[in-house]
C-alpha cells in the first residue's frame, strides 16, 4: 500500500521557486511556489503526484552502502531543494531488466556516483510510470545546504553526461528554496 | 504513459464466475460476474485496477522465450479465465533486486516454470502496487481453452510449491468462463 506525495505548483506553497526550465522536451508552466504535500490543490496551476516504492536496480552490496546513510528529508539547514521530474524512452522500458541495469550501473554508473553525494544531498524517487495518465515516470526530488548547492551542480552534471541520460526523453528541473 | 485494465466483480460483466475463494488473507466479496474493461463500474460489489508495465525481472534471454510466444488475450476458444489478484509481504519488497531475482528465479524457477505453458495459458500481470490505496500488489490474469484447465491447475500447483510463494501474504482466485 502505498502512500501519495504531491507536488502542487502554483501562487503558494512551503518551497519557493528560484527557477525553473526544461532541460529535454516541455516545460512546465512556470510558477511561484511548490507545495510539497499528499494532497492535490484544485487551485494549482499543476500537480504532480506519486508513490516511493521498492528498489528497482540496487543489489544487496549496494543496498548496505545506502543503508549506512539513510536519506532523511528536512535536514536542519538543507534549505535548498530541487524537482526534477523525468519520462524515460519507450527503448529504455522496453529492455529486459539485466540489460536496464547494465545501462544504468555498468556503463552508467548511477549509484556509485549517486553514494559519493549522499552525505551532502538527500534524495527521494517518487514514482508515477504506473499511475494511469501521469505525465512523467519520475518525480526526482533532492534537498541540501545552500553550500552544497554546488556539489549538487556536480552530481547533476555526472548523471546527465551518462549513458543512461540518452534513455531521457523529458526532464524538467525546478530550484527551490524554503519557504519561510 | 499507462492505460488501466479494470475489473468490476458484480451482477454483471463479460465473465462469469465459476467459483471464487481466498487462497491466503482475506478474500473479495461474492460475485456472479467480473467485467473486464478500462473503466470502474459505480454500481460494481468491487473494483479492482491496475496497468501493464515493464519486465522487473526477466532477463534478456528469456525475454526472448517470451517474445518467441507472445502472450495474446481473447484467443478463439480459450473461454475459460482465472483472476488471481496477490499481495507480497513486507520482506520481499524490503529486499534489494539481485536477493528478489534469486527467490522468484533462482529458487523458485517463475520464469522457467511459466515458460512451460506459454502455449496452453495467454497471461496479463496487472500491476497496482504503486498505485495509491491499491488493496493488491497485481491482479494477474489467465486465459486458457477448457480442455487446457487441469495444465493450468498444474502451473499453480508448481508455483505455489516455490519459496516466492512464502512472501504471499494474500491471495484469492476467481475462475471464469466467457459470458455468452
Redesign the interface.
Known sequence: ????IVFNGGARGNWKVLRQGAIKGAGLGNVAFVDRGTKGDAGASWTLS??T????????S??KVLDATPSVLARPGATRAALIPITKSAAW???????R?AVLEDKSRHIAIGSDYLSAVSRQLV?????????FDFLTWFEFKPEDEARFDELLVKLRATPEWGFIDREVELRLEKAA
Open positions: 500500500m502505498a502512500d501519495a506519486g508513490v516504492s521498492n528498489l528497482r536496480y540496487t543489489n544487496a549496494e543496498k522500458w522496453a529492455m529486459a531488466q539485466d540489460e541495469r514514482h508515477c510510470r504506473d499511475q494511469v495518465g501521469a505525465p
